[in-house]
């Protein structure tokens, strides 16, 4: 059966982002707050995922390498690594090396219980591994072909680990190729366990209730958004259980797309052990 | 007599009390060290009721510092007088020690904020009363009972506590956090008792293992006479554990307690 292998140390999942930086990003995000754009919106996402990936995988006073996770912007007519900082022009780095080397730690000031039934500020850490940038066109085709050679060389270096999961994180125009028949490409790479997931987030300018993983795309707002569903992963069983758990609407035939909403629990639904039922995700 | 135990591979611990033969077994998750076993027992003779009080904890893979508290669960029930749901509005000087333990730590930022989330971890609580032959047991979480009785003869699962059905384990459990997130735990207790005969056999198993164990019984091919006559030796639970790693039994930390009661009145009477 697909989609079982253990994930430990040895034996690692892999999360790979694909995030839009073209003109389009430049413009207002619908599903938030007014003014909000889009690549501000995508950047909040990403440092939220990469923060909250790492806080998991966080182990007493170390950090364990349950994940490699790697990221690749797409604008203009090429699409690159997207790390900055000491991890410039790596496709995929191990999470511990990515939770130690952010661009900068800002510090943030949030309320928290005091206590004693009241509030308090408590100043916390907020580290940030990528800043907003758009420029250009929006070569998602290519991204995806970068992402199936990435995903290619991982099964072929973990061939009994649980297949790479791939992010795409868009608003939705692809300017060169089709879309549906490059997904399809990367989805088939496969190893032991079963083939590549392909999850897309789609941002978009089109204001409207947030959409999460839906069994068809009958409800979906605009051709941009179908295309996308189209080209998305069906979730595992697992999957499926694991978001039902987290209070998403998720269904049998559910794909691995999210339009205009936060993907934040997203991350969890890979396995790695006894997870506290009253831990609150962020 | 109290002992507790973390970092023991395939280990062992006999106490023959007079009222109970009890051996622990443990093991840490294939592919981690020793000192990553995040599971925790201990055992301890009591006064008041004359008996005995055994505990297993399972720290959470999902949190930090969940060794120390799983420890800190287990050594505060065995060395408690409390064998009911208040036990656990008793926490606070456990909860105290594990914050004491991380004060000062210079810890990077992922590390301090996992650590802010506190531990947590599944508790399972056994007392027995050696006079009156009976067992109290107090749960949150996924730690199991297993009570089998008629030892040598039919044995028979006479009662499987708090968890019933291998179908009912998840991987996210409700569990008892290091740190008082102001949420009741009252909900999420569980006790229950039960009377005990010679030679009845109690097992308390961290979840994978009692997950397994179950599995086996609603299969119809339950493991109680080995666990009696066979499971002796760190090598033979080594062995189990070999066995079921290749049938079914999921890769996790193991703990294994297993108590066979001795009626006193029974052995007054033999000799």
């Known amino acids: 059966m697909a989609y079982q292998a253990e994930i430990s140390r040895k034996n690692p999942g892999c999360f790979l982002f694909l995030v839009d930086q073209s003109e389009s990003m430049e413009d207002p995000f619908g599903g938030g707050e007014a003014g909000r754009r889009k690549a501000e919106e995508l950047a909040t996402i990403l440092n939220k995922l990469i923060h909250n990936l790492s806080i998991r995988c966080a182990k007493s006073d170390s950090i364990y390498d349950y994940f490699h996770v790697g990221v690749l912007g797409y604008s203009e007519e090429s699409c690159k690594p997207a790390l900055g900082g000491e991890l410039s022009g790596r496709s995929l780095v191990p999470i511990s090396e990515l939770a130690n080397k952010p661009l900068r730690i800002e510090e943030r000031t949030k309320k928290s219980d005091d206590g004693a039934g009241g509030v308090m500020d408590q100043t916390v850490k907020f580290p940030v591994w990528f800043d907003p940038y758009s420029k250009g066109g929006t070569p998602m085709c290519a991204a995806l072909k970068e992402a199936t050679k990435i995903t290619q060389a991982w099964c072929q270096e973990h061939p009994n680990g649980f297949p790479p999961i791939v992010i795409n994180i868009t608003d939705g125009e692809a300017t060169d190729g089709d879309l549906v028949a490059e997904a399809r490409k990367l989805a088939a790479v496969s190893g032991e366990d079963g083939s590549v997931l392909l999850f897309n987030i789609h941002l978009s300018s089109t204001a409207g209730p947030s959409i999460e993983l839906p069994g068809n795309g009958s409800k979906l707002p605009d051709q941009h958004a179908k295309q996308l569903f189209e080209a998305s992963s069906t979730l595992t069983p697992f999957m499926v259980a694991r978001a039902t758990e987290l209070g998403m609407p998720a269904e049998e035939n559910s794909r691995g797309f999210i339009f205009n909403a936060q993907p934040l629990h997203v991350i969890h639904f890979l396995d790695i052990g006894t997870r506290p039922a009253n831990v609150h995700l962020r | ?271």
């Open chain 2, 1 to 271: 007599m109290s002992t507790t135990a973390v970092g023991t591979s395939c280990g062992e611990a006999r106490h023959a009390a007079n009222e109970c033969d009890i051996k622990v077994f443990s093991c840490p998750k294939l592919g981690n060290s020793l000192e990553e076993y995040e599971d925790a027992w201990a055992h301890r003779h009591t006064g008041t009721p004359v008996g005995i009080r055994v505990a297993v904890a399972d720290g959470a893979t999902e949190s930090s510092f969940a060794k120390l508290w799983a420890v800190l669960l287990a050594e505060s029930y065995v060395r408690s007088e409390l064998a009911g749901a208040e036990f656990f509005a008793r926490l606070k000087p456990a909860r105290r020690l594990w914050r004491r333990r991380l004060a000062g730590r210079p810890l990077p930022w992922f590390a301090s904020e996992k650590a802010e989330q506190g531990a947590f971890a599944a508790f399972l609580g056994v007392e027995i009363d050696a006079h009156k032959n009976r067992w109290t047991a107090l749960a949150v979480g996924d730690c199991c009972l297993m009570h089998v009785d008629d030892v040598g003869k039919r044995m028979r699962a006479v009662e499987t506590f708090p968890l019933q059905r291998s179908s009912q384990f998840t991987m996210s459990p409700y569990l008892i956090g290091s740190r008082s997130d102001g949420e009741s735990l009252q909900d999420r207790i569980q006790v229950s008792k039960g009377s005990l005969r010679d030679g009845d056999m109690l097992l308390l198993a961290t979840d994978a293992m009692a997950a397994w164990l179950l599995k086996r019984h609603e299969e119809g091919r339950p493991l109680w006479k080995w666990l009696y006559r066979k499971l002796g030796t760190p090598e033979s639970f080594a062995a189990m554990v070999a066995y079921g790693r290749k049938n079914g039994l999921r890769n996790d930390d193991f703990t294994l307690v297993r108590v066979i009661h001795h009626d006193s009145r029974v052995e007054a009477k033999e000799s």
